[in-house]
């Protein structure tokens, strides 16, 4: 292998073990968010595709820093790595401190939490 797979396979391992054994904001289960990163990945696919096509690349990589290979368009797969770990990562964290403000909203309001005060 080499740094630029290796960086790319760190970093979705990287994202991935911050979810599932610290955060645990359980994303990765919710319907929301694998649609958001459909649409994602079609614009990317898009985008990255036409920037490194092997007919006329906009962008250049060393391929001697690379898997080799390259799904549709010619991207290289390690862009999809990249990708994933650049997109996941920030919507984590979000999720993360939305539930916590939210906490902290309801601790500071005497309720204790995010459930909603009831009528009585």
Avoid at 58 to 85: C, K, M, Q, T, W
Wanted: proline share 5%; no cysteine; glycine share 10%.
């Amino acid at each position: 292998m080499n740094e630029y797979t290796i960086a790319s396979v760190v970093g979705v391992v990287a994202v991935v073990v911050v979810e599932m054994a610290w955060l645990r904001t359980g994303i990765f289960r919710t319907a929301t968010y694998w649609v958001a990163y459909g649409i994602i990945l079609f614009f990317q696919v898009l985008v990255d595709g036409w920037l490194t096509k092997l007919s006329a690349p906009i962008v250049l990589y060393n391929s001697d820093e690379l898997s080799d290979i390259r799904v549709p368009f010619d991207i290289p797969v390690e862009d999809y790595l990249f990708g994933f770990a650049l997109v996941t990562l920030p919507i984590i964290l979000w999720e993360r401190a939305g539930r916590r403000r939210a906490g902290a909203d309801g601790a500071a309001s005497g309720r204790g939490g995010t459930q909603p005060s009831r009528p009585r």
